[in-house]
């Protein structure tokens, strides 16, 4: 099953580069002639088009090589002329990729599509050969000409070698081809750095306003809850007091309402302290708190954690509210049978994924918190994404760095 999985992710890789050679052929033709024509005058016309085809295809393999693997950023609009693009180190990375994708990229796209078209082919053979013209009845290598049985499944044998081949190097094939764009064409230290400062300054920006509104929350919830009710146990003890020496029984009465709202005022103040950092976190762990929350859960809920020990408060505690939030949503929304937890640490960092079984659709623009889920994490600096197709599954996974 492993092999299977990996050589079709291969032969994906390797037929989705097709289409990025292709292009980067095209582009690397393109800039040849239009090269040529600049020495009589004619090429400097076709100069903008050229440079902008190259970074067209140059940024299809970018967001190619983003889907399999870590995100490899645009560098923006392509330079206009040539004396810029000769300038830019990014534009001269990008002229090395295109000889390189556009020919042995172009090459292992191919065999990564002839493999599986050949494999169908020779390993079908014995079943139709008998169909073909005489001169016809080869090999896809186009020998040897059968004429018998033998012959037959000689071509078969030829369609399983084929297979051996797609699983054996397959995904060497698909690596080498990535590999020139892996090299050449992520943006330079300047660009990642100016990149990065602008994402730590959003990220900032997502952590005050999380913070703000956690800090709302909470005073919402002491002023509409918790001090209404103390308000209303003041007024009852002091009902009490004047009644206590007219009437002792209607006093004792509202005593008792008095104990009651004050046990409700108690237990309101421990809701919104477990809601600021949860204590069962410090008690049990990450581990021990998700199972709290999957007894909860109205939804029958499994919950695997593989950590190699404790992370951070701030992260553990964005780890619990995720899961709190997604199995709430799961319950309410989802009509799911079924969810899993599952909580990995790794690379300091640690992964977590909500997986439920329900009708899908999720929407981060319906109101069902995951704007507040992308805060929380964003505050972290950690990553969501949510795959939730309409007829199901869900799956919410977040990563979060835990430091060491």
């Known amino acids: 099953m492993r092999y299977g999985r990996s050589t079709r992710e291969a032969l994906e890789h390797l037929v989705g580069g097709l289409g990025?050679?292709?292009?980067?052929?095209?582009a690397l033709l393109w800039l040849i002639l239009v090269a040529l024509g600049c020495v009589v005058g004619v090429g400097l016309l076709f100069v903008p088009t050229a440079l902008r085809l190259q970074r067209f295809a140059a940024d299809r393999e970018r967001a190619r090589l983003s889907r399999w693997g870590d995100e490899v950023v645009s560098p923006g609009p392509a330079p206009g002329r040539w004396r810029d693009a000769v300038a830019d180190p990014v534009a001269r990375?990008?002229?090395?990729?295109?000889?390189?994708?556009?020919?042995?990229?172009?090459?292992?796209?191919?065999?990564?599509l002839a493999l599986p078209l050949n494999a169908v082919r020779d390993g079908t053979?014995?079943?139709?050969?008998?169909?073909?013209?005489?001169?016809?009845?080869?090999?896809?290598?186009?020998?040897?000409?059968?004429h018998d049985w033998v012959g037959a499944f000689g071509v078969w044998?030829?369609?399983?070698?084929?297979?051996?081949?797609?699983?054996?190097?397959?995904?060497?094939?698909?690596?080498?081809?990535?590999?020139?764009?892996?090299?050449?064409?992520?943006?330079?230290?300047?660009?990642?750095?100016?990149?990065?400062?602008?994402?730590?300054t959003a990220t900032r920006a997502a952590a005050l306003d999380?913070?703000?509104?956690?800090?709302?929350?909470?005073?919402?919830?002491?002023?509409?809850?918790?001090?209404?009710?103390?308000?209303?146990?003041?007024?009852?003890?002091?009902?009490?007091?004047?009644?206590?020496?007219?009437?002792?029984?209607?006093a004792e009465q509202i005593l008792s309402r008095a104990q009651d709202a004050a046990e409700q005022a108690l237990a309101e103040l421990r809701t919104v302290a477990r809601s600021i950092l949860p204590p069962v976190?410090?008690?049990?762990?990450?581990?021990?708190?998700?199972?709290?929350?999957?007894?909860?859960?109205?939804?029958?809920c499994r919950v695997e954690v593989d950590l190699p020990g404790r992370c951070a408060a701030s992260v553990e505690a964005t780890a619990y509210f995720v899961v709190a939030e997604a199995l709430t949503n799961v319950?309410?929304?989802?009509?799911?049978?079924?969810?899993?937890?599952?909580?990995?640490?790794?690379?300091?960092?640690?992964?977590?994924?909500?997986?439920?079984?329900?009708?899908?659709?999720?929407?981060?623009?319906?109101?069902?918190?995951?704007?507040?889920?992308?805060?929380?994490?964003?505050?972290?600096?950690?990553?969501?994404t949510l795959t939730s197709p309409p007829g199901g599954p869900t799956t919410l996974r977040v990563e979060l760095p835990c430091g060491s």
């Open 20 to 26: 990025t050679a292709c292009l980067a052929f095209a």
């Open 93 to 112: 990375r990008e002229w090395r990729w295109l000889l390189v994708h556009g020919t042995l990229g172009l090459l292992l796209g191919i065999l990564g």
């Open 125 to 146: 053979f014995p079943l139709w050969w008998r169909l073909l013209p005489p001169e016809d009845a080869t090999s896809s290598l186009g020998f040897p000409v059968v």
């Open 157 to 200: 044998a030829l369609g399983v070698a084929w297979v051996a081949v797609a699983v054996g190097l397959g995904p060497a094939f698909a690596r080498t081809q990535a590999y020139p764009g892996r090299r050449l064409l992520p943006p330079g230290a300047d660009l990642d750095l100016a990149l990065r400062v602008a994402e730590l």
């Open 210 to 250: 999380a913070h703000a509104a956690e800090l709302r929350r909470i005073e919402r919830s002491l002023h509409d809850g918790t001090q209404n009710r103390l308000v209303g146990v003041t007024v009852l003890l002091g009902a009490a007091r004047r009644a206590l020496a007219r009437d002792p029984a209607t």
């Open 281 to 300: 976190l410090a008690d049990r762990g990450l581990a021990g708190a998700l199972d709290g929350l999957a007894g909860t859960c109205g939804v029958p």
């Open 331 to 384: 319950a309410k929304h989802s009509g799911a049978a079924h969810a899993v937890v599952t909580v990995r640490g790794r690379d300091d960092l640690l992964s977590l994924t909500v997986t439920d079984d329900g009708h899908g659709g999720a929407d981060e623009e319906a109101g069902s918190g995951l704007t507040g889920i992308r805060r929380r994490v964003g505050a972290l600096d950690g990553t969501l």
